[in-house]
Each structure stands twice: as C-alpha cells, then as structure tokens.
C-alpha cells in the first residue's frame, strides 16, 4: 500500500480536470449535505408532527442537541451560531468517515483544515463585530491596560493557525498509524486493522470534530464578552 504523503494525490475528473482526491471528497460530502438538507426541508418538514416520531424525532434530537451545546458555551447568544455549528460538525464528521470507503479524508489536506480556520477566524470578528461594534472591538485590545494589545493581536492571528495545524496534525497522524498497520502486517491485515480503524476513523474524528467545535464558540465567545 503506497505510503501517504503530505500532498493527497491528484485525480481527474469530468472534462480532464485535474484536483486532489482531497477537494473531491469535500465536494461530495458538500453535495450529499445539501441534498439531505433539501430533502428535509420540502419534503419531510411539512409532514412534521406534533408529536414527533421516527425519522423527525432523530432530526429534533440532533437539533436540540446542538442548541444545547452552543448555550452551555455562549448562553443566548448561541442560538445564532446553532446552525453553523450544525452544519460544520456534519461536514467535518461525515467527510472524516469516508476513509470507511478507502478515500481520504479532506482533514488530511493543509489546505482544507485552513480554509475552515479562517471561515471560524472570519465569524470570530463578525459576532464581534456585530456584538461590540467596530470601535468597541477595537477598544477591547487595549483593556485593561493598553500595553497588552500587541499581545491580544498576536494571539488573535495565531487563531487560524492553531485551529487548522490542531486539526490536521491528529487526522494526518491517524492516516499515517493506519498505513503502517496495513504495511507491517501485509496480507495478514485483517481483524486488528478493522478495530484500529473504529478508533480512528469513528472516534477520533468524533473527538476532533467537537474540540473544533468548541473551539470555535470559546473564541467567539471570548470576542463577543
């Protein structure tokens, strides 16, 4: 089995076009999401009861779950981030799971875990924004002591850079053990690379999926205070 690398390897899709195994993984997880979030919204919303059952009382569970989770961090305020969290912690966890399907999973691309660390780094500023207003958020770098501020700006920089290193340095790691297991034991890989890989690819991910998630409402929060 050949060895990952840093870089995923490039594929070609429709019309000759040429992208990393990576940024096609996202696209599908990205089209799966959209469809089911369409197919519960005209299809299975207006059949919702009061009452629910079934597939609806999952759905409000899921939901619940989630407003539950960004109250505890950020009280009121987290019901406007609900659906966003929602929405990242589904991507990032059903795109973890397709290394179930052989593909990679787009957490290993530096490229990837960046551009979600600066979309967080960007809603950061937003609700601060929004929240304190551009002068007030200003103003907070210089408290209590106006000396600090180079300090917050510098630890507010390195934000994206955490978030998106953190991310990719546990999910490229466990890419890494799991194609070490599968060399080493050659055509003996079977029954202990299976249980390897619930931990890394269900758990773990699991586990990345809510420290990003945490993560991003802790800086909100802190910017929004």
């Not at 594929?11 to 999401?33: D, N, W």
């Not at 960004?70 to 929602?86: D, F, P, Q, R």
């Not at 297991?181 to 055509?187: E, F, K, Q, R, S």
């Amino acid at each position: 089995m050949e060895f990952p690398g840093v870089i995923p390897v490039k594929v070609t899709i429709f019309g000759g076009l040429v992208i990393s195994e990576t940024f096609f993984v996202a696209v599908c997880v990205t089209i799966g999401i959209t469809i089911f979030a369409l197919v519960v919204r005209f299809i299975l919303l207006p059949r919702f009861k009061p009452v629910p059952t079934g597939v609806q009382n999952a759905l409000e569970m899921i939901v619940s779950l989630i407003d539950r989770f960004t109250n505890s961090i950020m009280g009121e305020k987290g019901k406007k981030l609900a659906a966003y969290v929602l929405t990242l912690g589904m991507f990032l966890a059903i795109s973890g799971m397709m290394d179930l399907f052989g593909l990679r999973i787009p957490a290993t691309d530096l490229n990837f875990t960046v551009a979600i660390a600066l979309i967080t780094f960007v809603m950061i500023f937003v609700f601060g924004i929004r929240y304190k207003g551009v002068k007030g958020l200003v103003k907070g770098y210089a408290e209590p002591m106006a000396f600090i501020a180079p300090f917050r700006i510098i630890s507010d920089v390195i934000i994206p850079v955490s978030l998106s290193f953190r991310l990719f340095g546990n999910m490229f790691a466990g890419l890494v053990v799991m194609h070490i297991v599968y060399n080493a034991m050659g055509v003996f890989a079977v029954g202990i690379p299976a249980a390897l890989s619930i931990y890394f690819t269900l758990f773990d991910v699991g586990i990345q999926t809510f420290v990003f998630l945490m993560l991003t409402l802790s800086y909100i929060q802190e910017k929004v205070e």
